[in-house]
């Protein structure tokens, strides 16, 4: 029925898992958005009976698409940058998540740059012919390893009490 890459087995090798929720949440996206960008084939994640279970790839892959609409670029010209970031990726997630440099996507939707050198990026949007975009993916990367911190239990019940009354 789906189509899914060819992936080791996720939660037995260690790596994370997260719901749809978790990942409509970080991406601010709707849930709806992932349904459809799954039907479409954008980003397949793993199915559990209904469940969507996505791994850092993929939950960094709806990151950067999200913010790619957000900056008005069609499908299409996401699923080109889509297929050159797996591409990358696939060899450079680990060093992101380990790196204290910081990894930027450029793109105008047809050249795609995937780069760490400063320098390097300001001469690609230099020489550019038309206006590039950039997501730092590493940004997208801190985004799932920071959790979010839950209020301490005595400002949840003051909130409770404050509603009640």
């Known amino acids: 029925m789906f189509k899914t890459k060819?992936?080791?087995?996720?939660?037995?090798?260690g790596e994370r898992t997260f719901s749809s929720a978790d990942v409509a949440r970080l991406a601010d996206v709707s849930l709806r958005q992932l349904q459809w960008w799954d039907e479409q084939r954008v980003v397949s994640p793993r199915h559990q009976g209904h469940k969507r279970l996505y791994f850092t790839p993929e939950v960094v892959e709806v990151s950067v698409i999200a913010e790619l609409r957000r900056k008005g670029f069609s499908l299409q010209k996401i699923r080109r940058t889509l297929r050159f970031?797996?591409?990358?990726?696939?060899?450079?997630?680990?060093?992101?998540m380990n790196v204290e440099s910081e990894i930027h996507l450029l793109t105008d939707g047809k050249s795609i740059y995937l780069e760490a050198d400063q320098g390097r990026i300001i001469d690609i949007l230099k020489n550019a012919k038309q206006p590039m975009f950039l997501v730092c993916v590493t940004d997208q990367v801190r985004r799932l390893t920071v959790t979010?911190?839950?209020?301490?239990?005595?400002?949840?019940?003051v909130v409770r009490k404050a509603k009640a009354v």
């Open 85 to 96: 970031l797996q591409r990358e990726m696939g060899k450079r997630l680990a060093d992101i």
């Open 148 to 157: 979010p911190r839950k209020p301490p239990r005595s400002e949840t019940s």
């Open 6 to 13: 060819p992936r080791p087995a996720g939660p037995e090798n």
